[in-house]
């Protein structure tokens, strides 16, 4: 005799087909096809002189971020894991979050100095302040009555 | 009342509050990336709030509701001119309505580099009591 009768829930059937999808797929890729926003989502200003970035990432290792100053292009990289590792009870009723590894390469307006470029990692927020090279800056012309 | 019959049918042990949308009409409010892991003893949320430190979390369960809520410590400059902007600076609000019994005095807040997380301790279902016949 058998003791696994269990009553017929269809939302459990449900439940298990969305989590094999998830384990088929990696979880929560379907709806990030779906909204394809670029990762991570940047706020950029600039004046003449230098260029401020900054970039949501929130939760991360500073040390599991890496930017590249290339000329004016920025590439940001990174990857991220689950917090908890999967394991037979848990269940996750729900994931938004971003995980798995991400590459960004943003073009700034100008070139700018990789040597002096300050990052700072604080609250989840990256910022980068990256400066123009002296011979580079705009330089005002003084106008001569001829 | 919906939301809370949703949450006992589909076994998911909480879901979105979609009533509480009260918005602050002069500071942007925004709803913060979540995550939930469900396992045999708790409850973890994980919530995205970049910008915000342990100043600015609060956290209140009420009437089996979680709400949380982030005010971002250092808002950007309004005078800064953006050449490329994808996200805006604001607070961060989001309610979930939970559909088992949680130890209330247990809730364990913590945040992190912009990531609060919550554990939620399961109270644990009293089994049958057997109850004792006295001969009368």
Same mark, same amino acid.
């Given at each position: 005799?058998?003791?696994?009768?269990?009553?017929?829930?269809?939302?459990?059937?449900?439940?298990?087909?969305?989590?094999?999808?998830?384990?088929?797929?990696?979880?929560?890729?379907?709806?990030?096809?779906?909204?394809?926003?670029?990762?991570?989502?940047?706020?950029?200003?600039?004046?003449?002189?230098?260029?401020?970035?900054? *970039?949501? %990432?929130?939760? &991360?290792?500073? !040390? *599991?971020?890496?930017? !590249?100053?290339?000329?004016?292009?920025?590439?940001?990289?990174?990857?991220?894991?689950?917090?908890?590792?999967?394991?037979?009870?848990?269940? &996750?009723?729900?994931?938004?979050?971003?995980?798995?590894?991400?590459?960004?390469?943003?073009?700034?307006?100008?070139?700018?100095?990789?040597?002096?470029?300050?990052?700072?990692?604080? !609250?989840?927020?990256?910022?980068?302040? %990256?400066?123009?090279?002296?011979?580079?800056?705009?330089?005002?012309?003084?106008?001569?009555?001829? | 009342?919906?939301?809370?019959?949703?949450?006992?049918?589909?076994?998911?042990?909480?879901?979105?509050?979609?009533?509480?949308?009260? +918005?602050?009409?002069?500071?942007?409010?925004?709803?913060?990336?979540?995550?939930?892991?469900?396992?045999?003893?708790? $409850?973890?949320?994980?919530?995205?709030?970049?910008?915000?430190?342990?100043?600015?979390?609060?956290?209140?369960?009420?009437? +089996?509701? $979680?709400?949380? =809520?982030?005010?971002?410590?250092?808002?950007?400059?309004?005078?800064?001119?953006?050449?490329?902007?994808?996200?805006?600076?604001?607070?961060?609000? =989001?309610?979930?309505?939970? /559909?088992?019994? @949680?130890?209330?005095?247990? @809730?364990? /807040? =913590? @945040?992190?580099?912009? $990531?609060?997380? $919550?554990?939620?301790?399961?109270?644990?279902? /009293?089994?049958?009591?057997?109850? /004792? @016949?006295?001969?009368?």
């Amino acid at each position: 005799m058998s003791n696994t009768i269990r009553t017929w829930n269809p939302w459990r059937e449900l439940d298990q087909l969305q989590n094999e999808m998830g384990r088929m797929f990696g979880r929560n890729r379907i709806s990030q096809f779906i909204e394809s926003k670029p990762y991570p989502a940047v706020n950029l200003s600039h004046d003449n002189e230098s260029v401020k970035l900054r *970039a949501e %990432l929130p939760g &991360y290792d500073p !040390d *599991a971020i890496n930017i !590249d100053v290339e000329g004016n292009s920025l590439t940001i990289s990174g990857e991220r894991h689950f917090e908890t590792e999967e394991s037979e009870g848990n269940k &996750y009723p729900l994931t938004e979050r971003f995980r798995g590894s991400f590459k960004r390469t943003i073009t700034l307006p100008f070139d700018v100095n990789s040597a002096n470029a300050e990052a700072v990692y604080r !609250d989840g927020v990256l910022e980068l302040v %990256l400066h123009r090279p002296e011979e580079h800056k705009p330089k005002k012309l003084e106008v001569k009555r001829g | 009342m919906t939301d809370a019959t949703l949450c006992t049918t589909n076994e998911s042990s909480c879901c979105e509050n979609e009533s509480n949308g009260k +918005q602050n009409e002069q500071r942007a409010v925004y709803r913060p990336h979540v995550d939930v892991i469900d396992s045999a003893d708790k $409850l973890t949320f994980y919530v995205e709030m970049p910008g915000v430190n342990e100043n600015g979390v609060e956290v209140t369960v009420e009437n +089996q509701v $979680l709400s949380i =809520r982030g005010t971002v410590s250092v808002p950007e400059s309004a005078d800064e001119r953006h050449t490329q902007f994808e996200y805006g600076v604001g607070d961060y609000e =989001r309610s979930f309505k939970i /559909a088992v019994d @949680i130890d209330r005095d247990k @809730i364990d /807040a =913590r @945040i992190k580099d912009g $990531l609060l997380t $919550l554990d939620l301790p399961k109270v644990k279902p /009293a089994g049958a009591t057997k109850v /004792a @016949i006295k001969a009368g």
